[in-house]
């Protein structure tokens, strides 16, 4: 009988992708897919460390584990990724039940582990980080979806003062473009439509003289790809070129993710994020200028240390210069072994939720006045899967990575279809599919 696993995932999409990798690699040693947890053999979560919510969520489920252990002792309990890399010390020392502790560039050695596993009952611990490994050569399962996450760089050189990226991915290294290629080409062979490109700062990407840009156009001219997304790129990185390159081609979305994190200039020294405010900002406008109808998302972060009500509230000016389609907000969050997390002027709780409220009720405007700015207008959507609030509607993106919602009709799913918006409710707009708006 076969031996089977189950990956619970937490964290980025770099970690959805290589959760896909472990699948690729277990499932070549014969092992199948449960998602039954108390029946698969070997139990693995992919961890995030980036936040302390995402942290909580794993020693959570690892209390879970225990308790199948428990009944089962023969289950092996792994512990991948991230969190396996900064906390493999605190993993030793108040999990004993957990198995195998797997940094994000030892995925390779799983095979080999697990065999030694088998025959030792000593926790295993691989957290060493390559300058070298990408994983070029191996291909993730993917098995359903609209969707194919390509990892096209593993690490960061960025050093932001309130992340732990760097310590836990290592130094930045790219794959060859031949690989991302293949890969991409073989994802529309087993029917994906869309492709996202994935870096930890994408677009740094550097191969053999190959920058971003030239790599987005090769990944353009992939017969079958009706769309192209990336993230998340650095905003020190973004040029005119990649810009062009976007303009260029029908299938690369309009759509940026621009992480902000802060808009006051001495915190952003303080982060260690390498622009200004004003760089920021003319960089907004120029997006804009050079891609009409683009969507612009951010990720901000309030409560930095030492940050002040004036700086605070630099940040919700430059939200109301730019005026960001959407935005992921988060609270600071020290993370061990950063520089940011040494400093002695860390802000009170309770001011940092008050912050975040007034960035979330700011944010929620601006989506709105963004949204309401394309009632009227048609928009090519791509049917991704139907609408949670009613099972006689689809929901779709549009190419500027906006939800839509509308009645099914005829359309089915991987289908892109024409609908005119007619209403914009929150963060998604709702309309008709043409055909159906021009025969009433």
């Known amino acids: 009988m076969n031996k089977t696993y189950l990956i619970e995932t937490y964290g980025c999409q770099m970690n959805v992708a290589d959760s896909e990798l472990v699948e690729s690699i277990l499932e070549k040693e014969g092992y199948s897919k449960t998602s039954i ?4 053999d070997v139990i693995f979560v992919n961890t995030c460390a980036i936040r302390e919510h995402a942290e909580d969520k794993v020693h959570s489920q690892l209390g879970r584990y225990n308790l199948i252990k428990k009944e089962k002792p023969e289950t092996i309990i792994g512990v991948l990724g991230c969190m396996a890399q900064s906390l493999k010390h605190d993993l030793l020392e108040n999990r004993p039940y957990v198995d195998i502790i797997l940094g994000p560039d030892s995925y390779r050695k799983l095979p080999e582990l697990l065999n030694r596993k088998n025959e030792d009952s000593k926790s295993i611990v691989d957290t060493t980080l390559s300058r070298f490994e990408v994983y070029d050569d191996l291909f993730p399962s993917r098995t359903e979806g609209i969707n194919a996450w390509i990892s096209i760089m593993r690490g960061c050189d960025k050093f932001c003062t309130f992340c732990i990226v760097p310590f836990t991915r290592g130094r930045e290294r790219s794959r060859s473009i031949e690989g991302i290629v293949a890969e991409a080409t073989q994802a529309v062979k087993n029917g994906f439509s ?24 090769e990944v353009a001219q992939i017969s079958g790809i009706k769309r192209i997304r990336y ?11 990649l810009f062009t390159t976007m303009a260029r081609h029908e299938n690369i979305c309009n759509s940026i993710h621009l992480p902000l994190q802060a808009g006051n200039d001495r915190i952003l020294k303080r982060m260690n994020r390498t622009y200004t405010r004003d760089h920021f900002i ?9 891609l009409p109808g683009v969507g612009i998302t951010t990720d901000i972060i309030v409560g930095f240390p030492g940050e002040t009500d004036e700086e605070f509230n ?11 389609d959407s935005a992921f907000n988060f609270k600071y969050s020290p993370r061990r072994g950063t520089k940011a997390s040494e400093y002695d002027d860390q802000i009170p709780e309770d001011v940092k939720q008050d912050r975040l409220t007034k960035v979330i009720n700011l944010q929620k405007r601006h989506t709105l006045e ?3 700015e394309m009632v009227g207008s048609t928009q090519t959507v791509l049917i991704e899967k139907e609408s949670k609030k009613s099972s006689k509607q689809w929901a779709g993106r549009t190419d500027s990575n906006k939800w839509v919602i509308f009645d099914k009709e005829d359309a089915q799913i991987l289908e892109s279809v024409q609908v005119i918006i007619n209403e914009a409710k929150g963060v ?11 025969a009433a």
């Open 194 to 217: 869309e492709i996202t490109l994935l870096g930890q700062n994408v677009n740094s990407y550097r191969f053999e003289g190959i920058e971003f840009h030239h790599l987005l156009e």
């Open 231 to 241: 993230t998340s790129p650095h905003p020190q990185d973004m040029t005119d070129d």
């Open 370 to 372: 963004r949204n309401l």
């Open 37 to 40: 947890l108390n029946q698969a």
């Open 314 to 324: 630099e940040t919700l000016s430059l939200m109301k210069e730019v005026k960001f």
């Open 282 to 290: 003319q960089l907004a406008h120029r997006i804009r200028d050079m």
């Open 428 to 438: 998604s707009l709702h309309g008709q599919l043409k055909k159906r708006a021009e």
